[in-house]
């Protein structure tokens, strides 16, 4: 009988999941290890940081105001009714508020910081083996495709909004479902931007990463729910973009079926 509990296991969506969630957690250590990649993931975040705290500060100064044009249909409600579907509309305009703010802050962010999380990614890379096939694309080529990939990703985002949205309005659901569907939306996304950088080293673009992610869902899931929830804690999404950028290059490796074993520590 082998000593290796693992290759008796059997691989269930559960693990693959839990897993991909646990690929944040190596990203993380792998920015503390190294002041370097820490301070190249830092820098552009810090700048989207900065824009998208006043943004939500405006939001939630004008937030009645919206909450009463969103149901403008309560209008002529008794008082209670109208001020309870005010609240509910609070919430999901809030709710709505914040998916979008996390998914755009990635696409933003990852725009910003193209030649920053670029050599941040390599540096992962040739930790755990590197990119024998790497294609050089080009500086303006790869800001051109990243550009393009993250408006795409940010239209699919409105697009997912706008019904969990509605979905958000109804008492109840709209408290309890609605927000573990929008992590699994928000965190299928952010596994798609995120992933941008070490697939475009390879040549390949977001339908190409779109579906070798969709070969590895559960794994893709887990890591992007991860980040989602991490990145709805107040500056979460600044202080941790390095670490995300860093895991999401060990999961492209992962679900291209390339080692995510480290074989040379002196790469960073």
């Known amino acids: 009988m082998s000593g290796d509990l ?21 990203g993380l250590g792998l920015v503390l290890r190294s002041p370097r990649l820490l301070l190249l993931g830092l820098l552009p975040a810090l700048l989207s940081g900065i824009l998208y705290t006043v943004a939500l500060v ?19 409600w008794t008082g209670w009714a109208r001020g309870t579907m005010r609240f509910f509309g609070g919430v999901a305009v809030l709710g709505l508020g914040l998916l979008l703010a996390v998914l755009t802050f990635t696409a933003v962010t990852l725009v910003i910081g193209d030649p920053f999380y670029e050599k941040l990614s390599e540096l992962v890379e040739d930790r755990f083996g590197g990119v024998p096939d790497a294609v050089d694309v080009g500086f303006w080529r790869a800001l051109r495709r990243n550009v393009t990939d993250a408006l795409k990703l940010v239209g699919i985002s409105i697009l997912a909004a706008v019904p969990l949205f509605l979905l958000g309005l109804v008492p109840v659901v709209g408290q309890t479902v609605v927000p573990v569907l929008a992590g699994a939306v928000g965190g299928w ?29 559960p794994l893709a899931l887990g890591f992007g729910s991860a980040v989602f929830a991490t990145f709805l804690i107040p500056l979460g999404a600044v202080l941790l973009m390095p670490a995300a950028i860093a895991g999401a290059t060990l999961l492209a490796r992962r679900s291209l079926g390339k080692p995510i074993a480290i074989t040379n520590t002196a790469s960073l």
Not at 58 to 76: I, K, M, Q
Not at 193 to 198: F, I, K, W
């Open 6 to 26: 693992s290759e008796t296991r059997p691989v269930t969506a559960f693990r693959e999941f839990a897993t991909g969630a646990g690929l944040l957690g190596r």
């Open 58 to 76: 405006l939001l939630v100064r004008y937030l009645p105001n919206l909450a009463a044009d969103a149901t403008w249909f309560a209008d002529d």
């Open 189 to 217: 996304l952010l596994a798609l931007e995120l992933t941008g950088v070490p697939f475009q080293r390879r040549g390949q673009r977001l339908r190409d990463r779109r579906t070798v992610l969709a070969r590895n869902r």
